[in-house]
């Protein structure tokens, strides 16, 4: 888009870790269009990372993706298109939210 800084540090890939704690780590990546983002859940903790969008406590999935609710174990999703896509964890709802920047 004409005008917009291009973050040349986005890569192709990002890896976002599903706990320890309620929080995704880091809960903003930027990637390229085209690239995959691989969660890895870690803390034996029950989270999922759901596409959506969370307005005060409720939280609404769009159906982009969903890892579905799980305590260990990876689950990788392909961004085809530039945008942005907010998600949460169904267990946590707003407490945990996050988003990832595809270029
Ligand atoms: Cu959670």
Do not use: R
Not at 25 to 35: R, Y
Not at 68 to 95: L, R
């Amino acid at each position: 888009m004409a005008g917009t800084t291009q973050d040349m540090t986005a890569s192709s890939t990002a890896s976002v870790a599903v706990a320890p704690g309620i929080a995704f780590s880091p809960a903003d990546v930027t990637i390229l269009h085209g690239g995959t983002v691989t969660w890895t859940w870690s803390g034996g903790v029950s989270h999922s990372a759901t596409s959506g969008t969370c307005v005060s406590t409720t939280c609404t999935p769009n159906g982009t993706f969903d890892s579905t609710i799980k305590s260990s174990g990876t689950f990788q999703f392909s961004f085809p298109t530039a945008g942005d896509f907010p998600y949460y964890c169904m267990v946590h709802g707003s407490m945990m939210t996050a988003i990832v920047h595809v270029q």
